[in-house]
């Protein structure tokens, strides 16, 4: 009897294994906070850059939308609530030697079944590094390019896109990684990888957002069915980083047109349960979710402040090679 149930048990949770709907919940749970629904990016037609060369002969660019560390604008550590003083509106570029800290306070990934406090979960340097010590990559590019996540679809392709491709052009750079943490950094991300397939850059989204990557549209995709902020793997497991950049390196020559994407084979656990937290609406009661409606507010307020005090229009760099930690 008890093992009959057990089965019964796995064979129901398999059938709520499946990606979990980003574009879905996040409209839900935004409306119950008193937003309009918000409008994703989506294409029909994809741009797709061949490989010019082997990827073991290549440098590739890390992208992350992860921020730079500042004491000064509160907790940014591992397990830090929502801190919109740490979000940044430039595209950065960061010494990849010795490891930048960098920090994805400022994003909405996971906070209930994950704490980022392991980076190479989203940031997988140490596994980049390896890959260029086995040959299995040419080089590292000397800079980590940082990304801002911005709602805003046109300052992504207009600001944004540019300046990443004129980082990449200047670190001499074959192919890019993009790793996103949260459902609008994977479309940012996706955005400005199409930009770089466009001008013949390669480049490969690893990423935990299934239906925002692929409804953005872009050439290669890994999907790693973990909670957000776990694009490159599970934390404080070596192998499991190393296994998901191989499937972003093999997939540089093993896609032979747009729109390819791999699943990773690794599960987060055997219970799927994790997916029904994130900014369910359901879970929720009337009372949190005024709270949280009061908190965004005043995120939103701190967000609007730090935009409105850049300077106006494009920032410098864009068309030209992004300084090293430009703010």
């Keep these: 009897m008890g093992e009959a149930d057990d089965g019964a048990n796995a064979r129901r949770d398999r059938t709520r294994d499946v990606p979990l709907a980003y574009i879905e919940r996040t409209r839900g749970y935004y409306a119950a906070l008193g937003y309009a629904p918000y409008q994703w990016a989506h294409f029909d037609a994809v741009p797709f850059a061949p490989l010019r060369a082997p990827v073991g002969q290549s440098r590739i660019a890390l992208v992350t939308t992860a921020a730079r560390f500042d004491p000064a604008l509160g907790d940014q550590g591992p397990g830090a609530a929502y801190n919109a003083s740490a979000k940044y509106y430039r595209v950065y570029r960061a010494k990849a030697h010795p490891p930048p800290d960098l920090r994805i306070s400022h994003v909405a990934y996971d906070r209930v079944h994950t704490s980022a406090a392991d980076p190479n979960t989203w940031l997988p340097l140490a596994a980049l590094d390896a890959a260029a010590a086995r040959g299995a990559i040419g080089a590292l590019a000397a800079d980590v390019i940082g990304l801002p996540t911005d709602r805003s679809q046109r300052a992504t392709l207009d600001r944004d896109a540019p300046d990443v491709l004129a980082a990449c052009i200047d670190l001499r750079a074959d ?25 013949g850059i390669p480049t490969v989204v690893m990423g935990c957002a299934r239906d925002v990557v692929e409804n953005v549209g872009v050439p290669r995709f890994v999907f790693s069915d973990f909670p957000l902020g776990n694009s490159a793997g599970k934390p404080f497991d070596a192998e499991s980083q190393r296994a998901t950049l191989a499937l972003a390196l ?3 020559a093993a896609a032979t047109g747009p729109r390819t994407t791999v699943a990773s084979p690794q599960s987060w656990s055997a219970d799927p349960s994790w997916k029904d937290d994130y900014s369910n609406v359901a879970k929720l009661s009337a009372d949190e979710i005024a709270r949280r409606r009061a908190e965004f507010a005043q995120q939103k307020d701190v967000a609007k402040r730090i935009r409105e005090g850049l300077p106006e229009g494009l920032p410098e760099g864009v068309g030209a090679p992004v300084r090293e930690n430009t703010p």
């Excluded at 990684?177 to 459902?183: A, I, R, S, T």
């Design 250 to 252: 093999d997939l540089f």
């Design 175 to 199: 192919l890019a990684v993009f790793v996103p943490n949260c459902p609008v950094c994977h479309q940012s991300a996706s955005l400005v990888a199409r930009h770089l397939e466009a001008h």
